[in-house]
C-alpha cells in the first residue's frame, strides 16, 4: 500500500510544479462535553496518506531539494495513550508511511516555513477549522511579506481540494476492492433486512440488524445515517427517527450502507411489508424500475454526467402523465419543473471515500464531463407522493389511495470501457422478488 499512496502522491506533485500542498488532517469531533465522536479521517489526507490520526499535517513539496513528503503527527505520549489509544509517533511514521522526514505537530510552526519559502504558490483547502485556516494563512502573509528580500515565496494561494477533485473522481483498483467489499456486506445486510420485514415490527429493529451486520463483517458502521421508512416516512428523504411500527399495506424503503476503510456503499430498496404491492404502489413501482433500468443504461463512458439524469426524468414524467397524476406535454412539464414535485431529487453522485464524491462535473463553459470508465455512481430516481400534496394549477387531483407513496431504488455502478456494471446486483429489485 505504500507504494500506492506513493503514486497518489506523485500525481498531485506532478500538478503543482513548484507550489508547495499542504493537507490537514479531520478534527476530533465533540459529541456532548467532553465525550468525542469516533474519528474519521478527513478523505484527501486519507487518500495520499493512508495516516489515520488526528492533529496531523501532510506536506507534499516537490521542489525542495531534500524532502519532498513531510508530516507532522502527534509524538507518543504513554499517559495520553493509557487514555486515548496508541499513537504512532514521529519516528514509526517515517518508516511506516514512506515520509521523507516526520517532525512532531508542535514543531509545525518552527518547520512548515522552510517548505514554503521557495515554493511559487501554496495549494491548501480552507476547511471547518478556522482556528488552522488562521494560522496557515498567517504563515502566508508573513512569507508575502518578506518576499522582497527573497525573491521568492508563495505569492498565491489556490484550492487544495479542486486538485483531488480530479484526481479521486477515477478510482484504482485498490479502492474498487474496497468499494466491492462495502457493497458486499451491505448486499448481505439489505437481503437480511427484506428477510425479517414484517406487519407489527419497528423500523429501528430492521436499522439495527443491519448495523449488526455491517460490523459483524468487518465494516467500520453505517456509511452515512441508515434510512429505513415504512409508510408515509417513505416520503422524507432523509429519514432517520426509525421508530414507526409497521403496517400490512406499507412500504418499506430502506437507504443504507456500510463503511469499509473508508469506502462507502449507497443501496436504495423499496419493498411491501406484507409481501404484496397494492395496485398503486405496484403501478409506482414499476415506473421507478423502468425509470433506473434506463438510467443505467445511460451511464456509459464518453455520455455527459447529466444524460442518466435527464433519461430518468423523462421517463418518470411519461409515466406520471400516462397515470393521471400529472397533465400536459412531457417537454414542457419537464422545462417547467412541474415533474419535481413528486421526484426533487437527482438520479445519483459519484461514490467512494464520501458518500457524495469528489468529482468536478462541469467544464468552465458550463457543459457537462462526460463519464469515464473507473467512475463509480448511484443510479437512483425516485417517486414520493406527499401525504399532503396539492396540485399546482392545471394540475389534476389526485386521488388519497396515492397519497403517501414513496418509492426509491438505488444501485452502485462502475463504468467500464464497455459500459455500466451494477456492482449491488446482489440486492433484488424485482418486483416479482419483492413480492417473493
Known sequence: ???????????????????????????????????????????????????????????????????????????????????????????????????????????????????????????????????????????????????HKRGTGPVAIEDAGLLMQTLRRIKDPAELDNLRRAIAISAQAHNQARAMAAPGRYEYEIQAEMERIFRLEGALGPAYPSIVASGENACILHYIENRRQMQAGDLLLIDAGCAYYYYNADITRTFPVNGRFTAEQRLLYDLVLEAQHRAIAAVQPGAPFNQFHDVATRTLTEGLVELGLLRGEVDTLIEEKQHKVFFMHGTGHFLGLDVHDAGILRNADKSWKPFESGNVVTVEPGLYISPTYEPAAGQPTIDDRWRGIGIRIEDDVLVTPTGPEVLTSAVPKSRAEMED
Open 1 to 147: 500500500m505504500l507504494d500506492l499512496y506513493a503514486q497518489r502522491r506523485q500525481r498531485v506533485m506532478a500538478l503543482i510544479g513548484n507550489g508547495t500542498a499542504l493537507f490537514a488532517s479531520a478534527p476530533l469531533v465533540v459529541m456532548h462535553n467532553d465525550v468525542e465522536h469516533p474519528f474519521r479521517q478527513d478523505s484527501n489526507f486519507y487518500y495520499l496518506t493512508g495516516f489515520n490520526e488526528p492533529q496531523a499535517v501532510a506536506v507534499l513539496a516537490p521542489h525542495h531539494g531534500e524532502h519532498r513528503f513531510i508530516l507532522f503527527v502527534r509524538p507518543k505520549d504513554p499517559e495520553k495513550e493509557t487514555w486515548s489509544g496508541y499513537r504512532v509517533g514521529v519516528d514509526q511514521a517515517r518508516e511506516h508511511y514512506g515520509a521523507d522526514q516526520v517532525y512532531s505537530i508542535a514543531d509545525l510552526d518552527e518547520h512548515l516555513p522552510k517548505y514554503l519559502e521557495t515554493a511559487d504558490r501554496l495549494y491548501y483547502h480552507f476547511g471547518h477549522n478556522q482556528v488552522f485556516n488562521q494560522r496557515i494563512l498567517h504563515h502566508w502573509q508573513n512569507l508575502l511579506s518578506s518576499y
